[in-house]
């Protein structure tokens, strides 16, 4: 099989790559290894820069007819103390709310919605194993299907396949590492009618539980020190833990932040966590991945028209995208020492929120900046990519 480029990895990026390429007109194939995007433990938050997006595909009427909440105000219970630290409402942009929605909702949704351009194909249950090289350059990958292995011969191949990226680390890409300190217990927990809490995380001594209302239910994240999770499970659960039918209730989800300092090879290029793992921090790795997407479609789109243009040209994109991955980063980095270290360490005392968390409840206009931070990010995209027929 030949493609003009080979997308591996269906997650926001990479559905999201998908559907620009196709709506181009460019002959893109994107592999996911799972049968279906329906597992539970992806990033379901949608930010305003990514709803801006889906406005300027003209997707924007069908997404928010999904089943989602919506959420302006972002509020935390800091040791005892109600804090609000985000307020979308105070923001000038279409769409001033983050969008929770099951993100097997939202893949799926990019998937239907491709299905009407004839030069992109999503193939399911297809693992890429290896790559397949041609000299110096990256020429396709080698992939795992139900019916076998097959070679796909790609001009281009793009890594979209997350933060433990197979692809990457067969390019021989080195990985700058930033630390985190958690990792996070993934679970559903029952809503009781009427239960309709704003509060968003709630931060004691030791203890850290965010919660994202899912309407019928809420989706629970419980963040642990990095490593603790048989010491969190031991003591407690271990001997109930025999009688866990399965593993689909609790998830634990590694967190890491890191970043490639080279996202490029010939013939290959690395965008979303392949490229920079995001940490939970924000909610804004999904929206950052569609944020990549967006400009590598701008970037590239054209020129993979006559081929794949060289390492150089695909370096564009790590140049347009590395200063919001850098700043984003250092933000998720900051709160991580300064807020989620202190609040992990147990202890008998309460909790005091850092000053900076007090000045944002206290003076209104500052919720405005984080929550620009949060849900527009720094350098925001725009569609400028051609559909098929410009391009004649
Ligand atoms: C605990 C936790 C909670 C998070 N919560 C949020 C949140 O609420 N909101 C948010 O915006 N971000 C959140 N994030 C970050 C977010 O999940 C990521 O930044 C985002 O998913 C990156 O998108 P991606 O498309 O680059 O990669 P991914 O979402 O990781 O998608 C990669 C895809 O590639 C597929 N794949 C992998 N290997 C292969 C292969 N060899 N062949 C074929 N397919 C392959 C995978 O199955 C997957 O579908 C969270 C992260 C963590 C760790």
């Keep these: 099989m030949k493609v003009r480029c080979c997308i591996v990895g269906g997650g926001p990026a990479g559905m999201m790559l998908g559907y620009l390429l196709g709506r181009a007109g460019i002959d893109v194939g994107v592999l996911e290894k799972h049968a279906d995007f329906f597992r539970d433990f992806r990033g379901d938050t949608v930010h305003p820069s990514t709803m801006q997006v889906m406005d300027e595909l003209g997707l924007i009427d069908g997404f928010l007819k999904l089943p989602h909440q919506q959420l302006q105000k972002m509020e935390g219970m800091f040791g005892g103390t109600s804090l609000r630290i985000a307020d979308l409402s105070r923001l000038n942009v279409k769409y001033p709310f983050i969008a929770f929605m099951p993100q097997w909702d939202f893949l ?32 396709g990958v080698k992939v795992k299907t139900p019916d076998g292995i097959v070679d796909i011969e790609a001009d281009l191949t793009i890594a979209c396949d997350g933060r433990h990226s197979l692809v990457r680390e067969r390019a021989g890409l080195a990985v700058e590492d930033l630390g985190a300190p958690m990792d996070v217990l993934w679970f559903r927990a029952g809503k009781r009618e009427n239960e309709n809490e704003s509060l968003f995380a709630r931060v004691d001594p030791g203890k850290m539980m965010v919660t994202f209302d899912r309407g019928g239910y809420w989706q629970c994240a419980y963040v642990i020190a990095k490593g603790q999770y048989d010491a969190v499970m031991a003591p407690t659960l271990k001997s109930g833990l025999a009688d866990v039918k399965s593993w689909d209730d609790v998830k634990l989800l590694t967190v890491a932040i890191n970043r490639l300092p080279r996202w490029t090879r010939p013939g290959l290029l690395c965008i979303g966590d392949a490229a920079h793992a ?18 590598t479609a701008n970037l590239l789109a054209s020129k993979l028209v006559n081929g794949c243009p060289p390492e150089g040209e695909l370096d564009a994109v790590r140049k347009r995208r590395e200063f919001p991955v850098r700043m984003t980063q250092r933000m998720q980095v900051v709160v991580q ?28 206009w500052l919720q405005g900046i984080t929550a620009g931070f949060v849900g527009v990010g720094v350098r925001p995209e725009h569609v400028q990519s051609p559909v098929a027929s410009d391009r004649f």
């Design 108 to 139: 799926n949704f990019l998937r239907e919605s491709g299905k009407r351009f004839a030069s992109l194909k999503v193939m399911m249950s297809a693992e890429a194993i290896d790559l397949i090289h041609d000299g110096d350059r990256i020429a």
């Design 278 to 295: 995001m940490s939970p921090i924000g909610g804004v790795g999904v929206n950052l991945a569609v944020q990549d997407a967006v400009a």
């Design 337 to 364: 020492n300064n807020i989620i270290t202190t609040a992990l360490k147990p202890g008998n005392q309460p909790l005091k929120a850092p000053a900076v968390m007090r000045l944002v409840n206290a003076i209104p």
